[in-house]
């Protein structure tokens, strides 16, 4: 199986929003965005995207997702009430994401129900490709790939906020894949030795990034 093309792999790009390191332990999840990989393209058909009720007023920072403001989030579901729908999305899948261990990091131990079968990292990928100065930012390897206008369209949304950045993860997957010497016959067992994360690094304590 693991020699099968990457195509094949059970590949879900994920992303979420938080509050922001400053409330470190305490930073709460704002929106997430889920979108299943067919034919190593986003299947934005079987999408799912939800803002998230934090149960406390979130302050307004320079860098706060646009949109998710407190009325808005007032109006959410709680965590807790859409996990299973998360769970049943992601359990046994390779979540695929963006820098994807500072959002597994913050999922894992709010949504313990949640266990994908391995993390896939763009970043990862990316830094292997453009091992000079090279976009690095989600948003500037879109441009640099001229991928955004194409996020925008599936995803109908806007930058930094969990679908289109979900979204974006994904395309952003096939276009660095086609950057490597051999990335037309990719296996599933080289995506995960050139862009695979350890799941154990969220045991770690959360970050203050």
């Known amino acids: ?109 709010r949504c313990p129900g949640i266990r994908p079968a391995s993390l896939i990292d763009t970043l990862k990928l990316a830094r292997l490709i453009h091992r000079k100065a090279q976009p690095r930012t989600l948003t500037a390897l879109l441009a640099y790939y001229e991928l955004d206008d194409e996020v925008t369209e599936l995803s109908g949304g806007q930058p930094h906020r969990a679908l289109w950045d979900a979204v974006g993860a994904g395309l952003l997957l096939g276009a660095l894949i086609r950057e490597l010497p051999h990335g037309g016959s990719l296996t599933v067992t080289g995506l995960h030795t050139v862009a695979g994360v350890s799941l154990g690094d969220a045991e770690q304590t959360l970050p203050l990034f």
């Open 1 to 109: 199986m693991h020699d099968q093309p990457w195509t094949t792999a059970p590949l879900v790009a994920f992303d979420l929003e938080g509050s922001g390191s400053q409330d470190h332990e305490h930073e709460a999840i704002l929106e997430v965005g889920v979108v299943p990989l067919v034919d190593g393209h986003p299947d934005i058909r079987n999408a799912y995207d939800s803002t998230v009720n934090p149960g406390r007023r979130i302050q307004r920072r320079p860098w706060s997702s646009p949109g998710l403001t407190n009325d808005v989030l007032g109006l959410a579901p709680r965590l807790d009430a859409i996990e299973p729908e998360l769970a049943g999305r992601l359990n046994g899948t390779s979540i695929v994401g963006h820098n994807v261990n500072v959002d597994w990091r913050l999922l894992s131990p």
